[in-house]
Structures are given as C-alpha cells and as structure tokens.
C-alpha cells in the first residue's frame, strides 16, 4: 500500500514556474515507477510524466518536454514536478501516481496509487 499526498499547486502567470512535490508513505514505495497526471477542465485525465524506480529514467508528454522535469528523492520518499515556462493550456488539477509497471505507460489503468490532486492555474 502507497498513500501519496501533493502540494505546490497555485496560481502563477505564463511564463512563470512552480514546483509540485508528492510525498509518499507506505514500506513498498522505491519498487513503484512515480508520475504526474494532470486534468484540465472538460478533459480527461493525461498523462504529463513518469519516473522509474531508481530515477535513472524519465519520460514526458511531448507538449511539455523541455519545460517540466520529474524527480524522485527516494530517502525522502518525494517525487517532484519542476514546471517551468507555465502556459495557461497548463491550468489542471496535477496528481501523484505510482504504478508497479512501467514508468513511461500512459494508461490510467495501469497506475495503481492516486494521491488526491493539487490546483495548478495558470494566467495569461
């Protein structure tokens, strides 16, 4: 069992940064991939990073590579978003997930931990 709980979110404007944080509690948390999934308003939820178990690799959304970066401190237990040159088509509800597959999967159904999401807004 895994129990991930977000924070960072807030209103920024474009352009702008902010740097989501998942903390995360349970003793099987360093043999589950971590990764970031987003909801926008009226969308379904998305796929936007993951991470492996070990940090050594990490896989983006084409539309926001070169501007997010995922992270892990496993004796920390926190996984980290660096969003950086903010857009407004970025305002969503970002959540923690942790799956026991594959870091770079983008299916829903396939990431097994859910922590309860964070408010990213994001003003032109």
């Not at 989501?20 to 999934?37: K, V």
């Not at 959540?95 to 859910?114: I, K």
Request: charged share 20%; glycine share 12%.
């Amino acid at each position: 069992q895994v129990s991930l709980v977000e924070s960072g979110g807030g209103l920024v404007q474009a352009g702008g940064s902010l740097n989501l944080s998942c903390a995360a509690s349970g003793r099987t948390y360093t043999r589950y991939a971590m990764g970031w999934f987003r909801r926008a308003p009226g969308k379904e939820r998305e796929f936007v990073a993951g991470i492996s178990w070990s940090g050594g690799n990490t896989h983006y959304r084409e539309s926001v590579k070169g501007r997010f970066t995922i992270s892990r401190d496993n004796g920390k237990s926190t996984v980290y978003l660096q969003m950086d040159s903010l857009k407004p088509e970025d305002t969503a509800v970002y959540y923690c997930a942790a799956t026991a597959g594959q870091y770079f999967d983008s299916r829903r159904e396939r990431w097994t931990y859910w922590g309860q999401g964070t408010q990213v807004t994001v003003s032109s």
